[in-house]
Structure formats: structure tokens, C-alpha cells
């Protein structure tokens, strides 16, 4: 079988889960012709300047006017016909992506972002009259309508709620299979916990507070750090700043009332996680179900308008994190969860809602369609 893999970089969770379906399919069936393709490479190099840091630069600086397109699109009707439009203008990154899915010649596309999805729904069987089987792999706990297409044969989502939600919104039922969001398979891995805590110089007998910044080094770190000084709770904080290693070094040159380390980039999240009690962080697909995978509990701090919202109305609905919407109010509420009854429940409930094996179950799932297809 010949498999695409198609997404691209718009945060870092689309390329994330990209990465786990290349693994799993490789693992499951290491014959099989596969390529993982950002969509970013057909981009003009103003166009991709536009599309990754335009979306940061909104997110970032102005979250209000990115809820309010997200709500305003979020509309199975409305995306539709933006999605008609859109294919009436011609457009140059287009083309090159018909043109490369006519050349591989693809059985089976797997999305981990709608924008694949709008460019094959435009493009044309081949001579034969042959389309390939067309997967929405949906990376969030709530399905937007710009992930429901016509050209869409599976869709594969985070939970049973949002296999409702697409029901709901008019995509047939038996086209649609609560997986679990594609993760690494180190996060269903065993961690030597002692081994990790003594290889960052962690002491035993305090607990640890995971801070992440996401993989953009984005968010309110500086600031969490200066809260968490308040709490008059004895632990130990872990950061990790992502990419941006200006934040790194000045994070890192700061006296702290809590033994802090701070970490750059990080690529064994899956080990930083197992030390871990509490996870702060941004509520990400990815990031989210990586720590529900760990059984780790989130602290939600200020989600922006839009995906992380709904990812967060989810998490904070089922028990497995706790949010504040303002920095200063985290030393009371962390003062009051840390080694509280409440983080061994949201513990637990984090545990139940995991999916570690998501991207596996993706992979079986595509494969008995193909094989009833």
C-alpha cells in the first residue's frame, strides 16, 4: 500500500501527530510505501511567512480577533462555501499538492489538519476513476467544521463527544471512530521515574511541577515562575521552553525560591511527564492527551479563545485539570492542590481518559476499511 501523510505546521501538535501515524504505520506495516508531507513546502516563501508566523503573531498578540474567527467559521454551512470559494481562485500551492498526490499515487491520505482536506476535496479522481481513501484525523477534543469535508471517508477523533458532535453536524456515523488523538508510543512506555529525577539532579522527597511554554516557546512562563515564588508550598519546578532560547537563558540566570530547572527543547516530554504531579500548561491537543496518556493531572492557565478553550471545557468537564484565566491567582490555587485529595482524583481521571496506543488504533482502523473497501 502506498500512504500519505499530510499536514502542516501550524503549532507544533499537527506535526506531532503526523510523526506518531508515520510510526505506528511503520511499526504495523514496515512494507508499505509511506511519505509525511508538510503541506508548507508548496508555499511561496511569503505565503508560508504569512500562514506559520501570522498565526503565532494572532494567537499571541491578539487572541480575541483568532476566537472570533474560529467561531464565525465554525459552521459546517459557512465552511462550505469559504471552502467553494476558495476553489474558485486558482492558487499556485494547489496545484503543486494535486500534482504530487497524482505522482505518488496515494491508497490511503491521512489529515492531521484540515487544510489537506480543502485541496483534495478540490482535486479530481485519476483516469481510472480512482480517489484515494481520505482520512480526518482531528487533533483536538472538539471537531471545528472546517475538518468535515466531502472528500472525507474516515474520521478519527479524540472521544466519544466528538464523534457526537460530528454526528450532529450531518457526517454519517459508521464514518466515524473515537481513537484517541495520535501520540509518540514512548508515552505508553515505561519510565525509570528514580533514573530521570537523578539524571536532572531532582531531590526524591519533593514533588514536581512541569512547566511547558509549548514548542514555540509561547505562553506566560516568566510570569508562572514569579507566581509559583508565592506559594508557600515546598516543590521542585521543571520548565521547558521550547524553541525560544532567549526565554531559556533569561529564565535560566533567575533566583528562585523553589529549586527550578530549565530546559530548552525537549524531545523525552514522555520522561519530564513521569516525574511529574501537576502539568502547566497551554491545553493543546497533543500536549493534552500526551499528559492524559502519563495519567498526569493539567493546570490550565489562560486558554486562548477558540481550540484550546474547547480542548480545556473538556478536560475541566471530566475531572483532569484545574484552570485559573489570570496568572495571580495560581499561588491560591496551587497552595491548595499540591499533595490535596482533588490531585489524586484529577490524577486518576487523567489516567482513564488516556489513549496512549491513539496512533496504532488509527492505523488498524484505516487498514479494515481498506481491507472491506
Not at 498578540?61 to 469559504?82: H, L
Not at 525537549?266 to 500548561?281: F, K
Request: charged residues 25%.
Amino acid at each position: 500500500m502506498r500512504i500519505l501523510i499530510a499536514t502542516i505546521t501550524a503549532g507544533g501538535g499537527h506535526l506531532a501527530a503526523a510523526a506518531a501515524l508515520e510510526e505506528a504505520w511503520r511499526a504495523a506495516r514496515p512494507d508499505d510505501v509511506l511519505e509525511r508531507i508538510d503541506l508548507l513546502k508548496f508555499f511561496s516563501p511569503l505565503h508560508k511567512k504569512i500562514h506559520s508566523d501570522g498565526y503565532l503573531a494572532l494567537v499571541e498578540r491578539a487572541p480575541e480577533i483568532w476566537g472570533m474567527v474560529f467561531a464565525k467559521t465554525d459552521n459546517p454551512k459557512v465552511a462550505r462555501t469559504m471552502n467553494k470559494l476558495k476553489r474558485m481562485f486558482p492558487s499556485s500551492s494547489r496545484q503543486k499538492f494535486e500534482r504530487h498526490v497524482k505522482q505518488f499515487k496515494p491508497d490511503v491520505v491521512l489529515c492531521t489538519h484540515y487544510l489537506p482536506l480543502e485541496l483534495l476535496g478540490h482535486g479530481r479522481a485519476d483516469k481510472s476513476g480512482r480517489k484515494p481513501m481520505t482520512v480526518s484525523v482531528i487533533t483536538d477534543f472538539e471537531a471545528h467544521a472546517l475538518w468535515m469535508d466531502s472528500c472525507v471517508d474516515l474520521y478519527c477523533v479524540a472521544a466519544e463527544e466528538t464523534k457526537a458532535r460530528l454526528v450532529a453536524r450531518g457526517a454519517e456515523a459508521d464514518n466515524i471512530v473515537a481513537t484517541g488523538i495520535p501520540i509518540a508510543a514512548k508515552f505508553s512506555s515505561k519510565v525509570d521515574v528514580k533514573a530521570v529525577r537523578k539524571n536532572y539532579g531532582l531531590r526524591d522527597d519533593l514533588g514536581v511541577l512541569l512547566v511547558l511554554s509549548g514548542g514555540f516557546g509561547m505562553g506566560p512562563v516568566a510570569e508562572i515562575l514569579e507566581e509559583l515564588d508565592k506559594v508557600p508550598n515546598e516543590f521542585q519546578t521543571v520548565v521547558v521552553t521550547g524553541r525560544n532560547e532567549e526565554l531559556r537563558r533569561d529564565l535560566a540566570a533567575q533566583d528562585r525560591k523553589h529549586p527550578t530547572h530549565v530546559l530548552g527543547f525537549a524531545s523525552n516530554m514522555h520522561e519530564l511527564m513521569a516525574i511529574s504531579d501537576l502539568v502547566i500548561t497551554k491545553p493543546g491537543g497533543l500536549t493534552s492527551s500526551e499528559a492524559l496518556a502519563m495519567g498526569k493531572p493539567l493546570f490550565i492557565l489562560n486558554p486562548i479563545p477558540g481550540q484550546e478553550a474547547a480542548n480545556s471545557d473538556f478536560l475541566l468537564e471530566r475531572g483532569a485539570a484545574a484552570k485559573v484565566n489570570r496568572v495571580e491567582d495560581l499561588p491560591y490555587r496551587i497552595e491548595q492542590l499540591l499533595g490535596s485529595k482533588k490531585l489524586t482524583q484529577m490524577a486518576a481521571a487523567a489516567k482513564a481518559l488516556g489513549r496512549p496506543l491513539a496512533a496504532g488504533t488509527v492505523c488498524e482502523q484505516v487498514m479494515k476499511r481498506m481491507e472491506n473497501h
